[in-house]
């Protein structure tokens, strides 16, 4: 599986960014998706997560009624839609996947984002 994710930038707090990751299979099965990200100092953590079929998700509670990931089945393709953001959204955003569900280690990593909110 290899992901390549897109759409980071800089905005104002308040403002809205939606990231793309396209995943390329070359085993076919079902992975979960997730999009984590990591700020300066911090560690690593789950931001949203979805699952092959796109019939469930899962949020971080920072994340929750601000963000919303999606997918796009055809283009094997998965959105992370962010409103009202806040300088503390501030972070590298990583795409990932992983055999099976939503829950547990992901195996595959694309390169970073990076979003950058302004106060």
């Known amino acids: 599986v290899q992901l390549q994710a897109s759409g980071g930038g800089l905005v104002q707090a308040g403002d809205s960014l939606k990231l793309s990751c396209v995943a390329t299979i070359s085993r076919s099965g079902s992975y979960g998706m997730g999009w984590f990200r990591q700020a300066p100092g911090k560690e690593r953590e789950l931001v949203a997560a979805?699952?092959?079929?796109?019939?469930?998700?899962r949020y971080a509670d920072s994340a929750k009624g601000r963000f919303t990931i999606s997918k796009d089945n055809a283009k094997n393709t998965v959105f992370l839609q962010m409103n009202a953001l806040r300088p503390e959204d501030t972070a590298v955003y990583y795409c990932?996947?992983?055999?099976?569900?939503?829950?547990?280690?992901?195996?595959?990593w694309g390169r970073g984002t990076l979003v950058t909110v302004s106060s």
């Open positions: 990932a996947a992983k055999d099976g569900s939503i829950w547990g280690e992901y195996d595959y």
């Open positions: 979805i699952t092959w079929s796109g019939f469930t998700t």
